[in-house]
């Protein structure tokens, strides 16, 4: 029966001095570098790819983004114009009171007023209660409003409907645009009020 050598198991390190067993193929150092992964990361190539997707990724998301952009903007100032002509009109009718809008500064894309004519002059003064003021529109924004008259404000008789002192009735539309993008609110003389888009419906015209 062959004994073990200590002296042979000097120079192993993962040998088991006396326990007959057979030295370790890798040592302690080798084996903890194969489980620890050096760090990966990427090449020139992969690099340049990227950036080329984002790119591409940009140039066609930017011009839907200001699209769609417009199209609130838009919608928007519809909507606020809109929202004025109908609350002028409920005004009108519970307090029995003719009511105006009219616009501001230099015309109707540096925002409007809404009043209640006390007086009756057909202007919002001094002596009228204003309710309603409106902000600018924004930037590059364009208002245009055509109607049957050759005034360029509003005025709701207190019976509802949209007509001068003198009697003759008002139908109109503001035209809105913004960049591509176009919106037309409409003013019945009955004071009816619709939203639409010339795009989107082959009805939506100014009102006659």
């Known amino acids: 029966m062959r ?25 302690h150092g080798r084996k903890w570098r194969m489980l620890v992964k050096p760090p990966q990361g990427v090449t020139l190539i992969e690099l340049l790819v990227a950036i080329a997707l984002l790119g591409l990724i940009a140039a066609l ?15 928007l100032l519809a ?25 501001h500064g230099q015309g109707w894309r540096d925002g409007w007023q809404l009043c209640v004519d006390h007086d009756d002059d057909e202007r919002c003064g001094r002596a009228d209660r204003t309710v309603q003021q409106t902000p600018p529109a924004p930037s590059g924004a364009l208002l245009q409003w055509t109607s049957s008259t050759t005034n360029d ?56």
Do not use: W
Request: glycine content about 12%.
């Open 61 to 75: 998301g930017i011009p839907n983004l200001a699209g769609m952009l417009e199209r609130q903007r838009a919608l």
């Open 153 to 208: 404000d509003i005025r709701f008789a207190p019976v509802g409907y949209s007509r001068r002192k003198t009697g003759g009735f008002v139908a109109g539309t503001m035209r809105i645009i913004v960049g591509n993008t176009i919106r037309l609110v409409t003013l019945s003389a009955q004071g009816r009020v619709r939203i639409c888009a010339p795009s989107d419906d082959p009805a939506c015209g100014p009102t006659p």
């Open 79 to 103: 909507d606020r114009f809109a929202a004025t002509l109908a609350t002028a009109r409920a005004i009108a009718l519970t307090e029995r009171r003719p009511v105006m809008i009219a616009p």
């Open 3 to 27: 004994h073990a050598d200590p002296a042979d198991d000097r120079g192993s390190p993962g040998a088991v001095a006396g326990s007959g067993r057979k030295p370790c193929r890798y040592g």
